[in-house]
């Protein structure tokens, strides 16, 4: 049996998003002034979209209400969805982050910023971008060296279709 709030809230509330086919990214409940806050973060493969959120964010209401989970108190309830730059701490966040460029910091203590080409059970093939003209290179890293993660934003980045179609032309 969970002891505290938030694996007991997990527990209530996963299934709901779960049926709606998205994953329970996060569940973060805080005090702001009187009120609390419950923030949700809700993902899937292909993205959770705004009406996919407003479902999910009305089904997570009317269970918390039926079953007075948040108590007699008054709270918020925000459910979003990971920001662009979010940190990845699950095998599944690696494989949605196929093709983007990532900001690791290795346990090592070292800092790395690669692309990331393939994910597999034990860790993941890498485009290391080359500097001041050099050729990108490759890097295998296992999960084990990775402290941290997270996906970084890219301006002007050109697709596969976008360079498919200029090679074409």
């Known amino acids: 049996m969970s002891t505290t709030q938030n694996e007991r809230l997990r527990e209530l509330l996963e ?20 009120k609390r806050v ?3 973060v809700v993902d899937s493969e292909e993205g959770a979209d705004l009406d996919q959120v407003a479902d999910v ?5 009317a269970k918390l209400d039926e079953t007075d ?10 459910v979003g969805t ?17 093709d983007r460029l990532v900001r690791f910091q290795l346990t090592d203590e070292s800092e790395l910023v690669a692309r990331i080409l393939k994910v597999d059970d034990d860790g993941l093939d890498l485009e290391v971008p080359g500097v001041k003209g050099r050729k990108a290179t490759a890097r295998r890293l296992g999960f084990s060296d990775i402290a941290k993660a997270r996906v970084q934003v890219e ?12 090679e074409e032309a």
């Open 15 to 34: 299934p709901l998003v779960s049926s709606q086919g998205l994953d329970l990214e996060e569940i973060e409940l805080a005090s702001v002034g009187r």
């Open 38 to 40: 419950l923030r949700v």
């Open 57 to 61: 964010s009305r089904a997570l209401s």
């Open 69 to 78: 989970a948040m108590g007699d108190g008054e709270y918020e309830l925000e």
């Open 82 to 98: 990971p920001g662009a730059e979010r940190p990845l701490t699950e095998h599944r966040h690696y494989v949605r982050a196929l």
């Open 155 to 166: 301006f002007n980045r050109k697709n596969k279709n976008d360079e498919q179609e200029v």
